[in-house]
């Protein structure tokens, strides 16, 4: 079947770099340039992780791809060597990827910390320069990772301001209590940092971040999601306000600020009533399973998208696949010709397809085509 806008046809891309084994075609992390008058909002970063241990452990790479037709053919942009991540204590699962604008530089973050990432022109290559960050300042008997006194400590989310100018960098996943960087571009192009912002109110792990408006140059607003709730960082008062209507122990574990805050949670999905407030979907019923007729708003989400040019349109990844809604979050359907596993990103193309990618790969999906018809099918049916 040709793949077309009208078509419901699953794509699996099969051409992103590495060896091809467990885990290489899953795109952990997708991003765009930032500047919201880019030339070519188009284009589509993803961070690859390359780590099976079928390949052998100087072979293992992060790798950054660059796609300019909706996801359909990727080039390999960097190629990130096995000293800047360790693959032994969870590299893979909350690598963070940011562009700057023009799509000249990128950051990525690893166990190792942060990185500023120049590709080279014609080469598969790149400069690979550490970010200043927190490094682990006593060894804690109770966690099981090998990391010692003075290792960098695990960096996370990362989010660079539109204008290139300002970045923010989530620290500790196990080694340190959460906290957040904030950095500014020297002269030199390197990132220098400014200090942390004000402790966050909680100890849990910081698992997502977003800037409240894409359009506004500058850092605004910051709002974060943790392991039990979610929070929004004024610049001018410098205090958090948690979000109200988050249920409680809600694992914040994706963002969009499309038309508001929108969290993917666990478990749950919550929907924007204003900038502080959030509402979870309670009355929609996602099909959990394929082959059960279990059913429910308690679905384990590991991100919710909103489409920039259609905010009626809503994709949300999650432990037990992806669901699609076309009325603002009120009611979903389940994309079961994808297969069965568990999927954690997502990203709107600009002609309305979405790329979703997770352990089983990366596709192509065009759920809400005219032509399409809901695939909500329980056992029996």
Known sequence: MAWGQDSCHIREVTQLPGS????????????????????????????????????????????????????ITWTQVARVGSSYFDADIGEGERNGLAVSPGGTEFVI??????????????????????????????????????????????????KITPNGRAMAVSYGYFDLEPQILTYHKGRDGSWIEDGPLPPIPTEMDILSMQFANERNPGPGSLYVGTGDQAFRFHPQTKKWTRIDGVGDDSAIQGISMVGGPHLA????????????????????????????????????AFSVEVDPSRPNREVVTSLTGVYASSDRGKTWKRLNELPDGEFRSARFTSNGTVIVSGIEGTFLANPFSATCSPHLKSRGQ
């Open 265 to 300: 949670a666990c478990w749950g999905v919550y929907n924007p009533i204003s900038a502080d407030v959030v509402e979870r979907v309670t009355h929609a019923q996602f099909l959990l399973h394929r082959q059960t007729d279990e059913a429910g708003p308690n679905i384990r």
């Open 109 to 158: 973050t690893t166990q190792k910390g942060a990185f500023q990432i120049l590709p080279q022109s014609g080469k598969s290559g790149a400069v690979v320069k550490s970010i200043d960050g927190p490094r682990v300042p006593e060894t804690d008997p109770m966690v099981t990772i090998p990391k010692v006194k003075g290792d960098p400590v695990t960096a996370g989310a990362v």
């Open 20 to 71: 091809h084994e467990f885990g290489s075609h899953f795109l952990e992390a997708m991003a765009g340039d930032p500047d919201p008058r880019a030339k070519d909002r188009n284009v589509v970063y993803g961070l690859t992780a390359d780590l099976s241990s079928r390949v052998p452990a100087q072979d293992r790479a992060l790798y950054i791809s660059k796609s300019t037709d909706s996801g």
